[in-house]
């Protein structure tokens, strides 16, 4: 089962800040929080991943709280572009880890123009 | 550079029928995945490649089915004697190495199969 809770559905204007919250009340220490999305008819595409810092890249930003029970994945100017599905994955790490990604249902985000 | 990539991307058989998947990971990637995503679904894993280790087919739902990657490279997922419910997208991923850190996955397009 996955370990990450999301809300199913979620709007936002075209040109806002999309905020999509994600909660991992079980996140072991050595579990890092990853992103991806899924926009339809084509497979997941990576987004962001961090540890207990807030992370940033060219497509969003990741916000982690101190307790690291739940994060929030930021795109700062949403475009119609960016509906799609967001998964919210915890993941463990290392070399006898398989890194296989356990998805739960995630967040249907749709931008409106 | 060229991504993941699978074949065919759609396929349509007859319930019992056997049915062969590809997959062609990013050149270098050593990791490789196979997921499935039934209709209205999230992504199940199914399998998992890593070099020349035994792969992890802690997922895969039956003996119908099995998968296996040549040379390191090409990977198949083969169901023998589909049934309705084996209908979905199947999707491969690979990534540069197991259990990274940072090792995002790379996606293929994914194959739409259909058991009639």
């Known amino acids: 089962d996955a370990k990450t809770t999301q809300p199913p559905s979620m709007d936002c204007a075209e040109g806002r800040a999309a905020n999509l919250p994600c909660n991992h009340s079980?996140?072991?220490?050595?579990?890092?929080v990853y992103w991806y999305r899924q926009i339809h008819s084509q497979g997941p595409q990576y987004i962001i991943h961090?540890?207990?810092n807030n992370e940033t890249n060219e497509m969003a930003s990741l916000i982690i709280t101190e307790d690291r029970k739940s994060s929030t994945l930021i795109l700062p100017h949403a475009t119609l572009r960016d509906t799609a599905v967001y998964y919210c994955?915890?993941?463990?790490?290392?070399?006898?880890?398989?890194?296989?990604?356990?998805f739960g249902q995630g967040t249907t985000l749709q931008v409106k123009p | 550079g060229a991504g993941v990539s699978q074949s065919p991307s759609n396929k349509v058989t007859e319930k019992g029928k056997d049915v062969e998947l590809r997959c062609d990971p990013i050149?270098?990637?050593?990791?490789l995945y196979w997921y499935r995503q039934s209709l209205g679904q999230g992504l199940e894993f199914l399998i998992y490649?890593?070099?020349?280790?035994?792969?992890?087919k802690s997922g895969l739902p039956s003996d119908r089915f099995s998968a296996e990657r040549t040379g390191g490279s090409v990977s198949t997922l083969t169901i023998q004697r589909t049934q309705q419910e084996d209908s979905a997208v199947y999707l491969c991923?690979?990534?540069?190495?197991?259990?990274?850190?940072?090792?995002?996955?790379?996606f293929g397009p994914g194959t739409r199969l259909t058991v009639l």
């Open positions: 961090g540890l207990k």
């Open positions: 050149s270098g990637h050593t990791a």
């Open positions: 994955i915890v993941s463990e790490h290392g070399s006898s880890n398989t890194g296989k990604l356990i």
């Open positions: 490649f890593q070099g020349n280790s035994a792969p992890d």
């Open positions: 991923a690979s990534s540069l190495r197991q259990g990274a850190i940072g090792n995002e996955q790379f």
């Open positions: 079980t996140i072991s220490g050595n579990e890092y």
